[in-house]
Antibody, heavy 126, light 108 residues
């Protein structure tokens, strides 16, 4: 059974870069059968899809975050990471990493999230 | 972007009652790629339903999903105490992926 665990600083200053890592156990991130994703949730609010990675060269980002976002894989550690630059208070949220199951749509591979980490609260404040 | 509108915002019910949650899309969801998640306070979401009507592994059969096109329903046939939570729908047929704002099912 796959397990995911987020780690990283809980406090980031405005204009700096938010960095989180997700460690995957019980399965390999190089298996090719799944995507690896990030989702966030501001306190008391709903879920926002951030993006996903599949292999080291295939990424898919939320257009609203794309200019500030990098998701990468570290296959040697079975981890994937999120970097979000130029953060503001609006980026304060619980950040979840998740395994995603791909599904072929017309001209797009969509995905839903079948396993989640417990979440990591990141606060943007000076 | 596809906007998902969930209703009602809150549904107050008693254990043993039936819950019917709605998720309406602003345009047709490709291939009915619609998922439902349950989230309890302080916990990560849990996948319940994918493909509009397929139950995820380990999900009790009191949870069922239906619908197509723009209108989708999650039904909980008989509420158990552990079912009181927030439920989100998510479409994954079109980029960007989007979630609804959630429906809270609380105890009457």
């Amino acid at each position: 059974q796959v397990q995911l665990q987020e780690s990283g600083p809980g406090l980031v200053k405005p204009s700096q870069t938010l960095s989180l890592t997700c460690t995957v156990s019980g399965g390999s991130i190089t298996s090719g059968s799944f995507y690896w994703s990030w989702i966030r949730q501001p306190a008391g609010k709903g879920l926002e899809w951030i993006g996903r990675i599949w292999t080291s060269v295939s990424t898919h980002y939320n257009p609203s975050l794309q200019s500030r976002l990098t998701i990468s894989l570290d296959t040697s550690k079975n981890q994937f990471s999120l970097k979000l630059s130029s953060v503001t208070a609006a980026d304060t949220a619980v950040y979840y990493c998740a395994r995603a199951v791909p599904s072929k749509a017309l001209d797009f591979w969509g995905y839903y999230f079948d396993s989640w980490g417990q979440g990591a609260l990141v606060t943007v404040s000076s | 972007e596809i906007v998902l509108t969930q209703s009602p915002g809150t549904q107050s019910l008693s254990p043993g009652e039936r819950a019917t949650l709605s998720c309406r899309a602003s345009q047709s969801v490709t291939s009915n790629y619609l998922a439902w998640y349950q989230q309890k306070p302080g916990q990560a979401p849990r996948l319940l339903i994918y493909g509009a009507s397929s139950r995820a592994t380990g999900i009790p059969d009191r949870f069922s999903g239906s619908g197509s096109g723009t209108d989708f329903i999650l039904t909980i046939s008989r509420l158990e105490p552990e079912d009181f939570a927030v439920y989100y729908c998510q479409q994954y047929g079109t980029s960007p992926l989007t979630f609804g704002a959630g429906t809270k099912v609380d105890i009457k």
